[in-house]
């Protein structure tokens, strides 16, 4: 099976970099992805990593490792509507469709 | 669009209820899923349909039953549900294949409370 953990929480200050960390143990998969969920909202994609490296999407950019099977979201210019919970998610290449979730991220952004 | 549309966003059954959950996606997606999500945890993967076929049931419980009535739609039943159900239940979809098969839009969930 897969798992992904992360850490339960993280504080940063507005303006400040964060990163997120996400380390899996799998017999394989596909590729990283992360989602931001706000309270009370719903997991909205944010990037998707097929391949080992660094990419890039406007203030956010996330990263993979599958040597060292560590993946991590990288928040630049924090702002306060950053504050939100950050899952990893990975597909199982078991199940083409199991889709799962890592055990997600707290952020909170202070002013 | 690209939206997935959930209904209803608010559920309050009684245990002996019976009661559905409705989704729909007009993005052309033939991947479609079910995910069970409490506060402060990850959503859990419930059950999954491609092709309008249940391809994954993480073992849920009878008193859940998923249908799929076409390549837009996806409902999830409810029947007897204990209080422990309450929850937030979501459902996603996605294509079925490629880097979009690792993409997944979530409706914006139906907040479920079993009294």
């Known amino acids: 099976g897969q798992s992904l953990e992360q850490p339960s929480e993280v504080t940063a200050v507005e303006g400040a970099i964060v990163q997120i960390n996400c380390t899996y143990q799998t017999s394989g998969f596909y590729g990283l992805s992360w989602y931001q969920q706000h309270d009370g909202g719903a997991p909205t994609f944010l990037s998707y990593?097929?391949?080992?490296g660094l990419e890039e999407t406007g203030r956010f950019s996330s990263f993979l490792s599958r040597s060292d099977s560590y993946g991590y979201l990288l928040l630049q210019e924090l702002q306060m509507k950053d504050s939100a919970s950050y899952f990893c998610a990975v597909r199982d290449p078991t199940g083409t469709y199991k889709y799962i979730f890592g055990t997600g991220t707290r952020l909170k952004v202070l002013a | 669009d690209t939206e997935v549309t959930q209904t209803p966003k608010h559920l309050v059954m009684g245990m002996t209820n019976k009661k559905s959950l409705k989704c729909e996606q007009h993005?052309?997606?033939?991947?479609m899923y079910w995910y069970k999500q409490k506060a402060k945890k990850p959503p859990e993967l419930m059950f999954v349909y491609s092709y309008e076929k249940l391809s994954i049931n993480e073992s849920v419980p009878s008193r859940f039953s998923p249908e799929c009535p076409n390549s837009s739609l996806l409902n999830l039943h409810l029947h007897a549900l204990q209080p422990e159900d309450s929850a937030l239940y979501l459902c996603a979809s996605s294509q079925e294949g490629g880097r979009g098969a690792n993409v997944l839009t979530f409706g914006a969930g139906s907040r479920l409370t079993v009294l």
């Open positions: 993005m052309g997606h033939r991947a």
């Open positions: 990593n097929a391949l080992d």
